[in-house]
């Protein structure tokens, strides 16, 4: 009986018997002026959030932030004038203790989103400039931007009002920028710095290897370039063997006799018989590239004798008036010297003329 009653008063422990030490403490932060963020230090037990703001009412937690199954924090709304108010947060246990009861000032527990949209543009009149957005339109946010050159020490500028820097006279080194915001002191400064923005780049990384990364490009690209060029030639020229466009004809090189000029000739009539083709070993189509394509039908010709013409007997002038008609067309139709009758012609014509019209 005394056992069960000890029981009782041990399960029954109210939640502000907690020491002091043991309980859980609670942190928030107001996120890039949009909510809160509140995270408790103990996460054996899985405790219940609620909070207000001055002048506000209580609200519970709308999200809690869980690990494994059990609520390590809570995210609820934030309004622009509250981080100026008192905040009060309570947990509770699981069967409905207060746990613990804490008030925060979250003025100077503001943290922003790093800047984005980082761009760099060189100006005519030799002066790099870098460009950046604020999460927030506000004109309470200030900037602090830090840069280096080739990997050494960084070199941070004096926070201000801005969305731009500018840098005179850059060198021809590789530039490294990145950009972060808070809210500043005259709007009631922030502790926290916004992470720092992704960095940019302008120009090009030296090394010890005294050569630049992007330096190698070109001369690649160029290689490349000359291969791939290489490979479509020898495509094309395959293409056209192939279609018989190309033909490749080798030529032999004819040999340099020099001063054993006899030795040669005398192969080429012992060996030979004086065929220069055999003698230099043409291939057989430049051997038949050499040889006429076309051939001429023969035409028979034949002598005549002009006689001259006498009062006493006209009729023995023409011996064979049909032959000569004939051997006369035949030397016209397959004559390809000239189109344009002869002395000879023009004397036979008159002949022949005279036979078929006698006085």
């Known amino acids: 009986m005394i056992l069960l009653l000890v029981g009782l008063f041990l399960g029954n422990i109210p939640s502000f018997a907690f020491s002091a030490s043991s309980q859980p403490k609670i942190n928030c932060l107001i996120i890039n002026l949009d909510y809160v963020n509140c995270t408790w230090t103990e996460h054996e037990h899985n405790y219940s959030f609620k909070s207000r703001f001055t002048h506000k009412e209580i609200l519970d937690c709308p999200n809690y932030l869980r690990i494994d199954g059990v609520n390590v924090g809570c995210v609820f709304p934030y309004e622009k004038p509250q981080r100026f108010n008192t905040l009060k947060t309570w947990l509770y246990s699981d069967n409905g203790g207060l746990v613990t009861e804490q008030e925060h000032n979250l003025k100077a527990y503001v943290k922003l989103y790093p800047p984005v949209n980082l761009s760099v543009v060189e100006k005519k ?21 830090r840069h280096r050159t080739d990997n ?4 941070s500028t004096t926070p201000g009002h801005r969305t731009s820097f500018s840098l005179p006279f850059p060198s021809k080194k590789r530039y490294e920028f990145q950009v972060r915001a808070r809210i500043e002191s005259s709007c009631g400064e922030s502790k926290f710095w916004s992470d720092w923005s992704e960095p940019v780049y302008w120009g090009y990384l030296k090394t010890n290897n005294t050569s630049e990364d992007p330096g190698n490009l070109p001369l690649m690209s160029l290689v490349l370039c000359t291969a791939g060029a290489t490979v479509i030639l020898v495509i094309l020229s395959c293409l056209l063997v192939h279609n018989e466009r190309l033909r490749i004809i080798l030529i032999p090189v004819v040999p340099n006799a020099g001063r054993n000029v006899s030795n040669y000739l005398t192969a080429l009539f012992d060996n030979y018989d004086g065929n220069v083709e055999k003698w230099l070993s043409m291939p057989k189509d430049l051997e038949n590239g050499f040889k006429p394509n076309f051939t001429e039908r023969a035409c028979p010709v034949r002598e005549y004798r002009i006689v001259s013409q006498s009062s006493t007997d006209s009729e023995s002038i023409l011996s064979n008036p049909t032959d000569l008609s004939s051997d006369y067309q035949c030397m016209h139709s397959y004559s390809s010297a000239s189109t344009i009758p002869g002395s000879s012609e023009t004397i036979q014509t008159q002949d022949l003329s005279q036979v078929d019209n006698p006085v």
């Open 152 to 155: 050494n020490a960084w070199k």
């Open 125 to 145: 009149d030799a002066e790099l400039w870098l460009y950046w957005n604020i999460t927030k339109n506000d004109s309470c946010i200030e900037s602090e931007v």
